[in-house]
């Protein structure tokens, strides 16, 4: 198994261990068509390109639990782990991207560096996100977090990363714009 997969897998059950104490689910669907609700609550978690840039848009939620302090921490922390689920498939793109890109030019990739590489960059990107928001649905008593994580934040930290293959550094900078490009577009 490799790096990538191990830490799918222990992001994963971090998730479920951390929804089953909480109830609910973390994934939030588009188009709620809740009234009153501010737009980014409707469309959920996506990614997003427009006058302010490529930005990761993740959502969550929490049901009334009591504690207004807990609620707003677990809103937030669903957004954050929303971040990591579509940052995750960036980032999975970019590596096959990147080693279909490799294998077309006749140079050999080591598929599990590249990982490695790309694990410790997500790691690091994901340290930048920030919630932007909260709205609290007076009807429901559910709490809503918007978290934010900007590609440009993200390009930046890559050029600072010294002990990464130069090539996918290239690689990532030259046509990770265009690979977020195409994901805002599929969703």
């Not at 261990?17 to 909480?22: H, Q």
């Not at 970019?94 to 490799?102: E, L, N, P, Q, T």
């Not at 900078?173 to 195409?182: A, E, H, K, P």
Request: net charge negative; proline share 2%.
């Amino acid at each position: 198994m490799n790096t990538l997969q191990r830490l799918k897998q222990g992001l994963l059950l971090s998730l479920v261990v951390g929804l089953a104490a909480c109830g609910g689910k973390t994934q939030v669907e588009s188009d709620l068509g809740i009234r009153g609700a501010p737009d980014w609550v409707n469309e959920g978690t996506q990614f997003l390109n427009d006058r302010d840039g490529r930005l990761f848009h993740g959502v969550g939620h929490a049901p009334p639990m009591g504690d207004n302090a807990l609620q707003m921490s677990t809103a937030d922390n669903r957004a954050r782990a929303e971040v990591a689920r579509i940052l995750s498939s960036y980032m999975d793109v970019v590596s096959r991207d990147y080693s279909d890109h490799a294998a077309s030019a006749g140079r050999s990739v080591n598929r599990q560096t590249v990982s490695r590489q790309i694990d410790n960059l997500t790691k690091v990107n994901l340290t930048g996100v920030k919630i932007i928001g909260r709205w609290k649905d007076e009807e429901t008593g559910n709490v809503w977090s918007i978290a934010e994580l900007d590609m440009e934040k993200m390009q930046d930290t890559l050029d600072r990363v010294n002990d990464m293959n130069a090539d996918l550094k290239r690689y990532i900078s030259d046509q990770g714009g265009n690979i977020f490009d195409n994901l805002a577009q599929e969703n």
